[in-house]
């Protein structure tokens, strides 16, 4: 059964769609790669997948369940990395995920075990007592992904979640996305990196315009392509120029002397 | 005992912990802080700092009053017959406009983070709490941190005034009722100013398009800030009219909120039968709830129409920017900005002075500072037969350009220290030389166009317009020399790009700048309108400036030129703002 569901979801500004009919299943164990340009609509449906925006037309399913019917339960099993580290500068990096530990009403004491743990493995013990405006663009990174799996999340949505953060600290990640999968986790990931998305991902969903193009097991989309890598899948599926032109067309622009 | 004083931290440790509390604790704190972005160099001066700065202006007005009110001090004078109820009334009063400035300057301060933004909404929304929690907690906040802050910015008063004027009366029931009487007109004085600015805050959050809000709360802001410092400026003049004793003068200045409460503390004293008094402290208590409903229906409004639809902005994104019309632009890059260093560094600043609500708000309260000056001036100069076009002309009307010059050029100098995103400042780092003159250039011209600019022609054309050409030639010329030689004060030690290093350090001699600042303000406002009035008669006075700005701008130069070559090298200061 799947965990998460999305039934021809479609999202519209106006009379402007952001997203149209979309359709997936993610199930325990597998991890979903959700591709696709800037504006193709990535972010409109992470909002829509966590309950933050509400879909023009579809459903999102939880267990089989409509989202909207019960929030906050489902909100209690998910866990959520948004794009963006927009976090509160007079807050120390403990106190703030003692803070969202509270609001996920996690006992005390499991929550300052969980903290502690985490902080240490992901390198933030020390830093613990320092405000988060003194926190570099990948410490923040590393906090919000330990306040979106301090719960034990069922279900994991990551938007973009590597922005910032160091060599070592993806490859520990592309890892940890692995292993949690094998715990019979979801994970939907919204990334750019294609090399990360291939490494980590069973599944893969390309989206462009607002429409889905391609979805199916890594496996699958590869076959139906034809192309070895994920870098000429994408460029096959989803951008119309030829890219090797537009950068000479862009050193033309810099070097001409008009 | 122990067990007891266990039982309680246990309780409120508890307590604490909750949800709500905590979602309120957290919005309390973003009040309080600011809602700047992350990396953004904000000033946090922390609450203790704040709470003292705001407890400062009542505190020290209360203590005067152990001057004016000194049972031996009132013996010397001999005041025999001595009634507290009448003789405070002016002071009252003044007590009842500080409490209403102060907390209607703070609400103004923190007008950008009453409501849940963007960062909350990133924060929480995804976690399993209901909106209503979000709510509720951020309206619990504001209340909570409205009377926190009414009873700060009140509280020396409510101890210190009333044993001040009926401490030596011997009677405590009096002295209860004096002091309930001050206590609670100038907490609901204070409390209806808060509720007042949320109210508007809320509505205009809730009414406007959210794509104009931000850009109109900065000038309705403005207004707000001008009519404070309206009430505030008058109330020397209407504390004397008020204590004349006439009823009448009560409801022809009952327009005036500060009034209304002023007739609260007079019923609260016992002349609530008084039917003057009586209809003023209804409108007081209307007006309270009247602002209580408001600012939690415009809340209300302002959280359905702005929070929760968040993410559907974020997805629309914002509205491209005009482009401004090029004419001055052409203009200035033909004349004061021909060195390309010189125009991208003034259009960032001019820019930013215009775009910043941080950077415009200081600037926009300094020029309403100036108009209500200026408006009091004048004012304070009217009686009957007062003729705007009387020769030779008034030394209060011709003051007024003057007045808003220096206003504003110290309004832009002092917006020049507060930093944007000091990340960002490579830029400068990269191209600026870093011994030469370039940041002083810079600052000079944004300082005389924005000021100068439009001050000048607006000068010249109303003196021309009131007493004839000449007179208007000589106004002008001594306005422009005069703000000239302000400006050469103000970039004496001038070494950064504006808005590129964090704020100054506190240092000893601060408050020595402050009595300086002070003392330029009269010669501008009083001294050297004085000299142009003499200049008009005399007709050959004016001639007499000539030597003196020369010398001025001579002293000066040398002044700069002995100063150590360090001292005056381009400087990037990339410290926290804590070190303020």
Known sequence: MAVLEAIALAKFYGSVPAVRDVTFRLEPGHVLGYLGPNGSGKSTTVKMLTGLLQPTRGQVLFEGQDIQDDLVSYRKRLGYVPEEANLYPFLTGEEYLEMIGTLRAMSPNRMKTKISSLLELFSLFAHRHVSLGSYSKGMRQRILLIAALMDNPDVLILDEPLSGLDVTSVLIFKNLIQAFSARGKAVFYCSHILEVVEKVCSQLLILRKGEVIAYGSTEEVRQWIGQSSLERIFLQLVEDADVTQVANEIVDAVVSPS | ?580
């Not at chain 2, 709500?20 to 802080?33: C, K, N, P, Q």
């Not at chain 2, 960002?424 to 005389?448: S, T």
């Not at chain 2, 590129?500 to 300086?516: I, K, Q, R, W």
């Not at chain 2, 142009?532 to 700005?549: D, E, H, K, L, N």
Request: charged share 15%; glycine share 6%; proline share 5%.
């Open chain 2, 1 to 580: 005992m122990n067990s007891w004083k266990h039982s309680l931290t246990a309780r409120w440790k508890d307590y604490a912990q909750r949800p709500s509390v905590l979602l309120s604790r957290l919005f309390a704190g973003r009040m309080f802080h600011g809602g700047g972005e992350l990396g953004a160099d904000e000033l946090d001066l922390g609450m203790g700092v704040v709470l003292i700065f705001l407890a400062m202006p009542g505190t020290l007005v209360s203590l005067l009053m152990f001057e004016k009110y000194g049972s031996l001090i009132r013996f010397l004078r001999g005041d025999g017959t001595f009634d507290p109820y009448i003789a405070t009334i002016p002071d009252e009063y003044f007590f009842i406009v500080l409490s209403m400035s102060v907390s209607c300057a703070v609400a103004l301060w923190r007008w950008n983070s009453i409501f849940p933004d963007r960062r909350d909404y990133a924060n929480f929304v995804h976690l399993p709490v209901s909106l209503t929690s979000i709510f509720l907690a951020n309206l619990f906040a504001i209340f909570a941190l409205t009377a926190l802050l009414t009873v700060v910015v009140n509280v020396s008063s409510f101890v210190l005034f009333p044993i001040a004027v009926v401490g030596s009366q011997g009677s405590f029931s009096r002295l209860f009722r004096f002091a309930f009487g001050h206590a609670v007109s100038v907490s609901l004085s204070s409390a209806f100013c808060f509720l007042a600015i949320f109210a508007l805050s809320g509505a205009l959050m809730a009414c406007l398009p959210f794509r104009f809000y931000r850009k109109a709360s900065v000038y309705l802001r403005f207004a707000v800030a001008l009519c404070l410092l309206a009430v505030l400026a008058t109330s020397f003049t209407v504390s004397p009219i008020l204590s004349g004793g006439s009823k009448l003068i009560y409801l022809r200045l009952g327009g005036f909120p500060s009034v209304w409460f002023l007739a609260l503390t007079e019923t609260l004293w016992g002349n609530g039968s008084d039917v003057y008094f009586a209809s003023l402290t209804r409108r007081a208590m209307v007006s309270l709830g009247l602002a209580l409903l408001v600012s939690i229906i415009a809340y209300t409004l302002s959280f359905r129409r702005s929070f929760v639809r968040i993410p559907e902005f974020a997805d629309v994104g914002p509205l491209p920017r005009s482009r401004p019309f090029p004419l001055p632009a052409v203009f200035l890059d033909a004349t004061i900005l021909r060195d390309a260093k010189l125009r991208a560094c003034y259009r960032f600043i001019s820019r930013t002075l215009l775009r910043s609500d941080a950077h415009l708000q200081i600037v926009l309260a300094f020029v309403a500072l100036g108009l209500v000056v200026a408006a009091q001036t004048v004012n304070t100069a009217y009686h009957p037969g007062f003729s705007f076009t009387a020769q030779p002309p008034s030394v209060a009307l011709l003051s007024i350009p003057y007045i808003l010059s220096y206003c504003l050029l110290l309004g832009i100098r002092l917006a020049f220290e507060v930093p944007l995103d000091l990340s960002a400042n490579w830029i400068f780092k990269l191209w600026i030389e870093p011994d030469g003159e370039q940041p002083r250039q810079i600052a000079r011209r944004v300082l005389v166009t924005f000021s100068l600019g439009w001050l000048t022609p607006l000068c010249f054309l109303y003196s021309a317009l009131l007493w004839g050409w000449l007179t208007a030639l000589i106004q002008t010329a001594i306005l422009i020399a005069c703000s000239a030689v302000f400006v050469e004060v103000l970039l004496l030690k001038f070494r950064k790009i504006p808005f590129t290093c964090s704020y100054p350090a506190f240092e000893s001699n601060s408050p020595l700048f402050l009595v300086a600042y002070l003392a330029g303000f009269v010669v501008f406002a009083v001294y050297i309108p004085q000299s142009v009035q003499w200049s008009v008669v005399t007709r050959w006075g004016a001639v007499i400036f000539i030597p003196v700005f020369l010398l001025s701008l001579v002293g000066l130069r040398q002044f700069r030129k002995q100063m150590l070559a360090m001292d005056k090298q381009l400087i990037f200061e990339e410290d926290s703002a804590s070190g303020f």
